[in-house]
């Protein structure tokens, strides 16, 4: 745990969120197209799906492990199901978007935003 940030389960990655914005969303069928996320919209469902959006930070004492850390957070945005857990919602989800913000980052801390949908089927 660290004071201040959210801390969330993807996969077997633990990350530390500033700040973490939940909404029910429609619930649709997802396909995958390619390296894309196809969502088509199914008339008279009731089922809605978790869309999450944050703004996280992955810090260590050595560069190298933090620049590992990213590595491993990026190759997660992939549109494979990774289960999730933050101590309220657990569930696979799928990494929708992931920007890290690379400028005037040290190799000790890199910001980014991440988008998560609940991928329920």
Do not use: C, H
Request: proline content about 2%; hydrophobic content about 35%.
């Amino acid at each position: 745990m660290v004071v201040g940030y959210e801390t969330i389960v993807l996969g077997t990655q633990i990350l530390y969120l500033r700040s973490l914005i939940k909404n029910k969303v429609a619930g649709t069928r997802k396909q995958k197209l390619g390296g894309n996320l196809i969502r088509n919209p199914i008339p008279a469902r009731t089922t809605r799906d978790w869309e999450l959006n944050g703004q996280g930070v992955i810090f260590d004492t050595a560069s190298a492990l933090a620049t590992t850390q990213r590595k491993l957070l990026k190759e997660y945005d992939d549109i494979e199901k990774r289960q999730y857990n933050d101590g309220l919602i657990v569930g696979s989800f799928i990494i929708l978007d992931l920007q890290f913000n690379d400028s005037d980052e040290s190799p000790l801390t890199y910001e980014y935003t991440i988008q998560l949908l609940e991928y329920n089927q």
